[in-house]
C-alpha cells in the first residue's frame, strides 16, 4: 500500500534526447509527489514537483506528467545533457507541503547522457 | 542560509560499536526526519522529529536504534552496538511549518 515503483533501473540517452522515468503508487490518500535528482556523494535535492489536480507540470527542460486515474506519473527531460548525469528518485507523501510527512520513495533510475 | 548540516560526512565503526549521526536543520526549520539509503537502493523513511518530540517513529528498527531532537543542539541518530548490515547512507532533511523539505549531504556509515 505504500509503495511506490519506479522504473527503468538505467537509463542510457544521447545528448539532446529526451530521458523518461515513470513511477507507479498504490496508495489513493497520496496527494503530493516530487522528483529529486541526487548526484554521487549529495543529499537527494527536490527537482520538480506536482499535486493531483492537475495532470501536467513543466519547469524549463523538465515536465511532470501525471495520470490520477491509473495511479502513475513520470518524468520528462528534454534536450537531455551529458550534466543531467544522476540518480533520479520519484516519491509520495500524503501531505501537499510535506511538512509534517514522510515521503515514500521508488527505488531510483541511474541516467547517463553521453555527449 | 547554510542548509541542512550533517556529520560527520563519514563514519567507519568497527562491529559492536557505537554510531552517532548529527543533524542541523536549515535555519527556522522545526521538523526532522532520517533516512536510510542502502547501496543500489531508495531512501527509506526512519524516524520524524520536532523539537523534543518523537512524531513518527515506524520506519526505525525496534531495537539499537534512536533518534532524539533535543531543545537545544542538533539531531542525533544513535545505532548501539552497530552490525555490518547498518552499513549505509543516512540522511537528515528539515522542513518547516509551511514545507520547504530539503536533504543534507548525508552520512555514509561503513562497518568493518
Known amino acids: 500500500q505504500q509503495q511506490v515503483k519506479q522504473s527503468p533501473q538505467s537509463l542510457i540517452v544521447q545528448k539532446g534526447g529526451i530521458s523518461i522515468i515513470n513511477c507507479a503508487y498504490e496508495n489513493t490518500a497520496f496527494d503530493y509527489f516530487p522528483w529529486y535528482q541526487q548526484f554521487p556523494g549529495k543529499g537527494p535535492a527536490l527537482l520538480i514537483a506536482?499535486?493531483?489536480?492537475?495532470s501536467e507540470k513543466k519547469e524549463g527542460r523538465f515536465t511532470i506528467s501525471f495520470n490520477k486515474s491509473a495511479k502513475q506519473f513520470s518524468l520528462h527531460i528534454m534536450d537531455s545533457q551529458p550534466g543531467d548525469s544522476a540518480t533520479y528518485f520519484c516519491?509520495?507523501?500524503?501531505?501537499?507541503?510535506?511538512?509534517?510527512?514522510?515521503?515514500?520513495f521508488g527505488e531510483g533510475t541511474q541516467l547517463t547522457v553521453n555527449p | 542560509n547554510a542548509g541542512v548540516m550533517q556529520n560527520p560526512r563519514h563514519l567507519v565503526r568497527r562491529r559492536g560499536q557505537e554510531a552517532r549521526l548529527r543533524c542541523s536543520p536549515m535555519?527556522?526549520?522545526?521538523?526532522v526526519y532520517w533516512y536510510r539509503q542502502l547501496p543500489e537502493e531508495g531512501l527509506k523513511f526512519m524516524v520524524y522529529l520536532q523539537k523534543e518530540n518523537i512524531i513518527d517513529e515506524s520506519g526505525m528498527p525496534k531495537e539499537r536504534f534512536s533518534a532524539e531532537f533535543p531543545k537545544e543542539g542538533p539531531s542525533i541518530l544513535r545505532i548501539q552496538q552497530v552490525v555490518r548490515g547498518d552499513s549505509a547512507a543516512y540522511f537528515c532533511a528539515s522542513s518547516g511549518s509551511l514545507g520547504g523539505y530539503t536533504f543534507g549531504s548525508g552520512t555514509r556509515l561503513t562497518v568493518v
Open positions: 535555519k527556522g526549520h522545526s521538523h
Open positions: 516519491a509520495a507523501s500524503r501531505s501537499r507541503e510535506t511538512s509534517g510527512s514522510r515521503l515514500t
Open positions: 506536482i499535486r493531483p489536480d492537475v
